[in-house]
């Protein structure tokens, strides 16, 4: 099955600073998710984007399916945006999402 | 349109009890999808309905297993309960082969 990996696993940044994170999947996918998890377990839709650009507000993504891999971009970031990111996979022949083990993200005033 | 639903949202079970956790999709999606996530594992697939019908399955014991309604309404139960059943059970609904979006979960603990 499709394997995902996630760097950095963790992130340590000041408030203002930008951010990318990467997810590198190992097969051709049909779907691909960037979530964050706040911190009552519940997964935040960011962005569906198996291919292609996409922006919303401070965040924005690139996923270049040819290559296998998906960027998250953060800007400006805030404390607000602390928190667990997750991207997730699925693969062409099934509906399951593959998770990543996520990037840990802490924002400091 | 509101979102998915999980009731309930927490659990305090023993071992070798069984277990029977909700979610209500939403409105028109009639796929939907449980997840396990614990620290150690992190989030895994459980399984998925469509339409009534288990449509794919993770690598999990025959202890978990599922059901959806014809209202797409799921219901998934763990019989037997194990020490490391303990997790956060996600559902998430779709249309079929779309975005998938979750409820806010279940946090079962098993003494």
């Known amino acids: 099955g499709i394997q995902v990996e996630q760097s950095p696993p963790d992130l340590i940044l000041q408030e203002g600073a930008n951010s990318t994170l990467r997810c590198n999947f190992s097969d051709s996918v049909n779907n691909l998710q960037w979530f964050h998890q706040n911190p009552w377990g519940q997964l935040i839709n960011l962005f569906y984007?198996?291919?292609g650009t996409k922006q919303n507000g401070r965040l924005s993504a690139t996923t270049v399916a040819t290559e296998r891999y998906s960027l998250l971009y953060i800007s400006s970031s805030q404390t607000t945006d602390s928190g667990v990111y997750f991207c997730?996979?699925?693969?062409?022949?099934?509906?399951?999402?593959?998770f990543g083990k996520g990037t840990t993200l802490s924002v400091s005033s | 349109k509101a979102g998915v639903t999980q009731t309930p949202r927490y659990l305090i079970k023993t071992r070798g009890q069984q277990v029977t956790l909700s979610c209500s999709p939403i409105?028109?999606?009639?796929?939907v999808s449980w997840y396990q996530q614990t620290p150690g594992q992190g989030l895994q697939f459980l399984f998925e309905?469509?339409?009534?019908?288990?449509?794919n399955k993770g690598n999990f014991p025959g202890r978990f297993s599922g059901r959806q309604f014809s209202n797409s309404r799921s219901e998934m139960n763990v019989s037997t309960l194990e020490l490391g059943d303990s997790a956060l059970y996600l559902c998430a609904s779709s249309l079929v082969r779309s975005e998938q979006f979750f409820g806010p979960g279940t946090r079962l603990t098993v003494l």
């Open positions: 984007i198996p291919s």
């Open positions: 309905y469509f339409s009534e019908t288990q449509r």
């Open positions: 409105s028109g999606h009639r796929s």
């Open positions: 997730a996979c699925g693969s062409q022949a099934g509906t399951a999402l593959i």
